[in-house]
Structure formats: structure tokens, C-alpha cells
């Protein structure tokens, strides 16, 4: 279950979540607003250094673990990218950092021989 649906099924809940970004905490109107597109504010365990974080970023997490008591949820949340997705895109920076690296050897070579002539 992702946190948009949590929040569709139970509109009066707080929700205390602890995400791979940090905490947030939501009230049932910071819900309400996140689902409208509004952002909110998270922190990585220090409310000084408390940052904006995108509707859609928290939304689309998956609940990994959940506990209810009086209206509260606290939960722990996963990013919604599979595992193949996550290894897909380290290939990808790979590929942009080797393909960068050619490049730069590249031009290095044909400075020096410039540079050499």
C-alpha cells in the first residue's frame, strides 16, 4: 500500500513516517493538502534542518511497516522503485560517467598534440 492510498482510506489519521529521506509528520489537513499537490516539510532527524519535500515523493512510497493506536499511524516507508529499477539506473550514471570519461581523455589527447606541435 503506498502512503496515497493510506491517506484516501483514512482522511482523519495523523501520520508519523519515517521515510529513507527522513521524518514527517502529518496532520489529517497536511494530508488532505499533500493529496491536492501541496508539498511538506521533512527532516533527517534534526527539525533545524527541516526541507521541502514533493507531494509526489511521499505519496508514491510504499509502506514497509505500520502501527495504529488512537488515530496515529507511525510507519516506515520505501522509495517505490523496484530493485531492477534502482539497478537500471546505476547502470545508466555508469554508462553517463564512462561515455563523460572518453570524452575528457579525448580532448586531453588532441590538446597535447596540438600543444606538441
Known amino acids: 500500500m503506498t502512503i ?9 489519521a495523523t501520520l508519523d513516517l519515517m521515510t529513507p ?6 496532520t489529517p489537513e497536511k494530508a488532505q493538502a499533500l493529496l491536492s499537490g501541496e508539498g511538506t516539510s521533512g527532516h533527517p532527524g534534526d527539525s533545524r ?3 521541502n519535500i514533493f507531494a509526489d515523493e511521499i505519496l508514491s512510497q510504499n ?16 522509495n517505490s522503485f523496484s530493485e531492477s529499477q534502482v539497478a537500471e539506473q546505476q547502470i545508466e550514471t555508469g554508462m553517463r560517467k564512462l561515455d563523460i570519461q572518453a570524452r575528457l ?13
Request: charge should be negative; charged fraction near 25%.
Open 4 to 12: 496515497r492510498e493510506l491517506i484516501t482510506k483514512y482522511p482523519d
Open 21 to 26: 529521506g527522513g521524518y514527517v509528520y502529518l
Open 49 to 51: 534542518h527541516a526541507m
Open 63 to 78: 509502506i514497509n511497516s505500520a502501527n495504529y493506536y488512537k488515530g496515529d499511524w507511525r510507519m516506515l516507508t520505501v
Open 105 to 117: 581523455f579525448e580532448k586531453l589527447d588532441t590538446e597535447f598534440t596540438n600543444m606538441m606541435s
